[in-house]
């Protein structure tokens, strides 16, 4: 402060008596040019981080600008795109395009498709994995081109401006300075100079960039900067990126949701017993087992054999109950035919007839 230093210039008392920090500023005060030194001093301090900040953003605008325009994977891209949009408005008033605008990258994958949950961006990045699988990933080559978005070179100049402005001072005031101690920030100055003439270039050759945009993308340099167009690219990278995500998401849902109708209906072909959840065979139902039976139809079931003479035992009574039958029949044929006062035959009464019930035809179990 020049009140401060006038005040100490005109202090003649004695030095001890003044604080610590008066002390200091009354012995830097002996130094010859010392304003100018320490402005020396902060400048070499600040001159690389500035600089170091200011070079990379213009090497990065540089190169994402000249790798956008020389990269034949994006040319082959934007003529795919135009090949789909041109196929998709066919029959349209916009189905023979020569061409697009290039808002149209920041804003594919905001066209929806007549699939849920699909844009035209998804198709694009399908018709690539089908038809051109080297392009799939173009835009790991543009990595930092998000980053670029975000300058504007008009900051760029104003900062070279500044560094300028500084530099120029320091190197007019320098020529107050005795030889020995100009020679300590000869090499700073120097290297200063170097910068401001590389960075000067650069940002020349980001203005020419913007031109080739331009002239390129047959832009409005109204409506179009350098800026706005690296902003569209990274949109379109960023989009892209996620649709080959999304894209192989949705293809391992519909291979699950496959794999699950298939299971389902081979399950619905499978025998009943087969079914999840349901018993093996050896559990069935008892009913559900003389049901099926029935249906099949009756199988005889093995007895155990008999002897000869059980065997001749059993035809006999069997003719025994025959007979009895026949005699039954012929009882109750007589009865309706005779008036009941006349049922008797020479006096006697006719045998009754044989109850079937009563008759044991002896077959042993």
């Known amino acids: 402060d020049k009140e401060d230093i006038k005040i100490m210039k005109g202090y003649e008392g004695d030095p001890a008596m003044l604080a610590e920090a008066e002390k200091f500023f009354l012995t830097l005060m002996k130094v010859p040019e010392y304003a100018l030194r320490l402005d020396c001093m902060k400048f070499s301090y600040e001159f690389k981080p500035q600089t170091e900040v200011l070079g990379t953003r213009i090497e990065n605008c540089l190169k994402a600008g000249n790798a956008i325009l020389e990269s034949k994977e994006v040319q082959e891209l934007l003529h795919i795109m135009l090949v789909v949009g041109n196929f998709i408005n066919t029959g349209g008033y916009a189905g023979n395009a020569a061409g697009f605008k290039l808002s149209l990258l920041s804003k594919i994958h905001e066209i929806k498709s007549n699939k849920p949950r699909m844009t035209m961006m998804h198709v694009l990045v399908e018709s690539i994995e089908k038809n051109k699988p080297d392009l799939l990933h173009f835009y790991k080559k543009f990595d930092g081109i998000t980053n670029v978005a975000k300058i504007d070179n008009a900051e760029n100049e104003r900062e070279l401006r500044e560094l300028k402005k500084v530099l120029d001072d320091i190197k007019g005031r320098m020529k107050k300075l005795d030889q020995e101690s100009a020679d300590k920030f000869k090499e700073i100055i120097k290297e200063a100079d170097d910068f401001c003439l590389k960075a000067k270039k650069g940002i020349e050759e980001i203005n020419g960039l ?156």
């Open 210 to 365: 913007e031109a080739k945009y331009i002239k390129f993308f047959v832009l409005d340099k109204k409506n179009y900067s350098l800026q706005e167009c690296f902003r569209v690219f990274s949109v379109f990278c960023d989009k892209f990126a996620a649709a080959i995500g999304e894209n192989k998401k949705r293809r391992e849902q519909e291979e699950r949701l496959a794999r699950r109708k298939a299971e389902m209906a081979k399950r619905e072909t499978l025998p009943r017993a087969k079914k999840k959840g349901m018993p093996p065979p050896e559990e069935e139902c008892v009913i559900d087992n003389l049901l099926s039976e029935i249906r099949g139809g009756l199988k005889l079931r093995k007895t155990k054999s008999v002897g000869a003479a059980e065997s001749k035992a059993l035809t006999r009574n069997l003719s025994i109950k025959k007979s009895n039958q026949e005699s039954a029949e012929k009882w109750r044929k007589t009865k309706i035919a005779m008036p009941e006062d006349k049922l008797t035959l020479n006096g006697d009464t006719p045998n009754p007839p044989v109850d079937i019930a009563q008759i044991d035809i002896g077959v042993k179990s």
